[in-house]
């Protein structure tokens, strides 16, 4: 990593209340592996050391707004692609247990090789689709946080997650700018499969000032057995979608 670039992480870092001095290390690290990787395959679409730094390792770490992944847990992430906002999080919040999922199996064996390369004993990566993990018992209500970051629309994200989340578990979902619409639908489904909206954060990436918002909804109740719907349906046809 350049100075520029480590000068950003840490800048962005400090927006979000973090000191990332000790962590630079295996941020550049990270980013060395995540550049040879996307020369072998399109891993990702970022190449650039400032893309990278700040729109996957700067704004992965903005799920820790709110507090809402403290202390101890176990925690999977939806649909982490090369590893986001999983391995930030891991590398800032050791105490986690977490656990990214894919459908991609090429993109869980890069995260499974980064994690391994950057010594994360705290990370155990999978490969599946989360409708199936959802019904699994060995998965379903066995986490207590789920994070996910440019997946899916608000109301496919509270099908696809609430299932896996023990009763007062959270979901954590990062968007860009969120429309009023997706949020009314992301409350009406949330109430469907369990769950109740509890904090709406919009606020400025640091540096790069581009919209973000980050969604909390709580597990209140169980989801019923009939969720996540087969595989594919909850991003194609989401529940309360346009509904008015
Ligand atoms: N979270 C990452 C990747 C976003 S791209 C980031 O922010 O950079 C969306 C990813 O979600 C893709 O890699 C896709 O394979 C995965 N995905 C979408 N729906 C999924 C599902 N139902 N189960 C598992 N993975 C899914």
């Not at 209500?141 to 009763?167: H, I, K, M």
Request: charged share 25%; hydrophobic share 45%.
């Amino acid at each position: 990593m350049t100075p520029e670039g480590q000068a950003l992480l840490l800048q962005g870092g400090e927006a979000l209340g973090l000191d990332l001095r000790e962590r630079a290390e295996a941020f550049a690290q990270l980013l060395a592996l995540l550049q040879e990787g996307a020369a072998q395959t399109n891993l990702t679409a970022l190449r650039e050391e400032r893309d990278i730094v700040l729109k996957h390792f700067v704004d992965s770490l903005t799920c820790l707004r709110g507090g809402c992944l403290e202390g101890e847990g176990r925690v999977l992430d939806l649909g982490t692609g090369a590893g986001f906002p999983a391995l930030p999080l891991a590398l800032v919040r050791p105490n986690l247990r977490l656990t990214p999922v894919d459908a991609t199996a090429k993109k869980v064996a890069f995260v499974t090789r980064a994690a391994a390369a950057l010594g994360l004993t705290n990370v155990r990566p999978l490969a599946a689709r989360v409708e199936t993990l959802g019904r699994d018992p060995a998965h379903r209500e066995g986490y207590d946080r789920v994070v996910t970051r440019a997946v899916a629309s608000l109301p496919a994200l509270a099908e696809l997650a609430l299932p896996l989340l023990r009763q007062g578990g959270l979901l954590v979902a990062q968007k860009g700018s969120l429309s009023a619409e997706e949020l009314e639908s992301g409350s009406r489904a949330a109430a469907e499969v369990g769950g109740a909206i509890r904090t709406v954060d919009a606020f400025a990436l640091p540096v790069l000032g581009e919209a973000r918002t980050l969604v909390v909804i709580e597990k209140i109740a169980p989801t019923p057995e009939r969720y996540p719907r087969r595989e594919g349906l909850p991003a194609r046809k989401p529940l309360f979608w346009r509904a008015t």
